[in-house]
């Protein structure tokens, strides 16, 4: 395949070169491309070669396309933030893809429908996807209501689906300052459908046969699809796409023999959501090769996955925790969280206050006042906090990182918000944030933490951890946004501190390799096990009571949580002096 600086030294190779490389990326690389799904690659390649081609027509539409290409993305981009705002208001959902049409596409169109470029209704265009058929019709109504629809340019592929079952609403109007602007809606399924299964984008644009081996073997690129390609990162992709084929994939099969491919580090969560969303909804269990297993387990090539469903139900908000690590795909967890915003508020607050207590009892405290925690989150009430909690947006993982504050620094939390102008008693110098990994960390400048404040951390787009207030204005933006890039992190000293002593108690259903496997979760987070005691009944159950030295509430929050996730765990919990036994 041609790298981008071949393309584009092509006007310095002679005629016939030129010729020659332009027809071979129309004929090979650029169907090659399509099939794959590389949407972007497979523009640039088309254009590059069109303009050596038939470099007279390139120049002609390149003049009338009347804005610069940077111009017209920013027109698509305004005219998702007025739709977007409009959806709001009748309580629609969506999510925006927009692209201006390229060069050879538009090129293409003319000569396929022998129209002019004034009869092209689609330069601009953007997609709209929602969760219901019902929202697609909404979201038409909202549209045509906003800009005057454009006479016989309106296509109803829902009710009447094309012959290889591509479903979705097609409307053309005229857009913000009157531009031309077609609209694609259609529902998540749809969209999934078309541009992995049996209407996949590439057969009926091509009206190729179907290739259920060829179906299979692709769906797996798909990941390059979000990456937000640049041309100057051609050739990188292309390395990243030779990656992706050997190193980056876990190759899995279903209990009747069908073959998954996911992303490396995969649980038994991502495979039930790779099957369907409601197998991914209906997920309580796994046994992996015969044997049952943890929702948190990673998954191996070569492994045989079944699923145990509940009839009913709805996924866990621990999912979206990303300590706990059940979920790597990044769809399998906008999919959950999509759930849970849609749940009724009462019961997102009913299930919020739960978790809230729940998280507060199994780190063994007292006392907290929920207010002063939502107002760190910069929320009005209690029943906002315990709402954001229901929904999914704060996770467990979140507010351990907030209730791992004690002694005076939280006690001062408690009594007033963290002033905005914090007294530095210590230098930065002498602390060290805990959490992130070995991601790169900075102190963001828009709130300037200081030691001893909560904090929370924020992976950037260049892989950074930038470390924020946990009450910055920023920070709960960035986090609305993004929850999946939020992580958990804690001021600690840098000279060595004493380790502090937890007990923990587990109540299980005992089985052979239980207490391994809880050990084996304490090791992992570098804690030392100082005392293990057990004490077996007649009805199965056992206790296991252990004392560690850990670094505080917010390392025993994930010791706890993890524990929690194993089979036969019925609970596991922070254990004080007062406890009964």
Known sequence: MPSMHELQMLRHQPSNERTAMARETLAIYSPLSNRLGLWHLKWILEDYAFRYLEPERYRAIAKQLQMRRGEREAYIQLVINTLQSHLRKVDVEATFYGRAKHIYSIWRKMQRKSISFDEIYDVSAIRVLVDSVKDCYTVLGVVHELWPHIPKEFDDYI???????????????????????????????????????????WQYKEGSRFDKNLE?????????????????????????????????????????????SLPEGSTPVDFAYA???????????ARVNGRLVALDTQLRSGDQVEIILTKTGGPSRDWLDPELHFLT??????????????????????AGRFLLAREISRLGLVGWDYQSIANLYQLASEDELFAAIGRGEISCGQLATLLARSGAAWSAVIQSQVPADHEKSDALTDYEVLGGGGLPKHFALCCKPAPEQPIVGFITRQHELSIHRANCAHAIRHIEDAPERLVSVSWARRQNEPMEKISLWVRAYDRQGLLFEITSIINEEQVNVVAVNTRSYADGLADIHLTLEAHGLQQTSRIINRINTLPNVVEARSQRETDPE
């Open 159 to 201: 009710a009447n689906p094309k012959p290889n079952g591509y479903r979705s609403l097609h409307t053309a109007v005229r857009g913000p300052d009157n531009g031309k602007l077609e609209v694609q809606i259609r529902t998540f399924d749809m969209d999934r459908h078309a541009e992995h299964g049996i209407a996949a984008h």
């Open 275 to 285: 099957q369907s969303t409601d197998m991914g909804h209906r997920c309580r269990g």
């Open 216 to 260: 299979n073997k692709i769906r797996w690129f798909r990941t390059l699809l979000n990456k937000d390609f640049k041309e100057e990162y051609f050739d990188e992709l292309i390395e990243e796409f030779a990656q992706e084929t050997s190193h980056e994939r876990v190759y899995l099969l279903s209990e009747n023999g069908e073959l998954y």
């Open 329 to 350: 795909s990044s769809r399998a967890r906008a999919t959950v969280r999509s759930w849970f915003r849609r749940q009724n508020r009462e019961k997102n607050i009913e």
